[in-house]
């Protein structure tokens, strides 16, 4: 479940992520001593859940619109952008009864040999950034905006069979990415729009770190009366 809200003054994303039963495939891409070829090995066990929320605010409100590129319910016929500046939550948890990471595509030294079972981050972040909308004959944009966010979180490692936990705090360095395209008019719209977002957490072993992204893309057309 994904909900991007655009007010004049603000842009919200909520994220909620719940996805259960994985596969591991062509692991010798990540591993250097990985199954050979194409192997596949299928992980109904591990259960996956992510929940974020990320706010900005539009400074330059009276002259750039979100509004206009991602919902058409506004319209913006000269080019113009905008500083953002917010803070943003993530939390996420992985889980599976026997190792996340198969000892068979471990390389060595890999999180010091742990046979983690269980993995999960909380993060906070403040961010900054800028939007532009590029206007084009009146009625063609190109809208992108980039928000960087720098934070702190706490991660942990959790194993089976009563082994205790490995947790630290570590640095969170995230970053969200928008792209509008299309043409839009009173009447009428047609383009298309992305969003992407990427976080990267440090976790309890020295020198490792974790990620999971989230997004969406929809393009659309509409038509109405003035």
């Keep these: 479940m994904q909900t991007h809200l655009y007010t004049r003054k603000l842009v919200v994303d909520f994220y909620g992520q719940y996805y259960q039963g994985y596969y591991s495939s062509t692991t010798k891409r990540f591993f250097d001593n990985a199954i050979s070829g194409d192997a596949e090995t299928i992980r109904p066990d591990i259960i ?53 990471v198969p000892a068979e595509v471990r390389a060595d030294g890999f999180y010091e040999g742990m046979p983690f079972t269980r993995s999960s981050n909380i993060s906070l972040a403040l961010n900054a950034g800028y ?80 990620t999971f992204g989230a997004g969406t893309y929809a393009s659309a057309s509409c038509a109405g009366s003035h």
């Design 131 to 210: 939007a532009y909308t590029l206007v084009i004959a009146k009625h063609f944009f190109i809208t992108g905006s980039l928000a960087l966010a720098v934070g702190a979180n706490r991660s942990v490692l959790g194993f089976n069979h009563d082994e205790g936990k490995e947790h630290g705090i570590g640095w969170q360095l995230n970053s969200t990415f928008r792209f509008a395209a299309g043409y839009n008019s009173h009447k009428y719209y047609v383009g298309v729009h992305y969003v992407d977002i990427s976080t990267r957490g440090g976790s309890p072993m020295p020198k490792t770190w974790q």
């Design 48 to 100: 996956n859940t992510n929940v974020g929320l990320h706010a900005q605010y539009i400074f330059n409100d009276e002259r750039f619109s979100y509004r206009a590129a991602f919902l058409q319910n506004e319209y913006q016929k000269k080019s113009a952008g905008s500083p953002l500046v917010g803070a943003e939550i993530y939390a996420w948890q992985m889980r599976g009864d026997s190792a996340l």
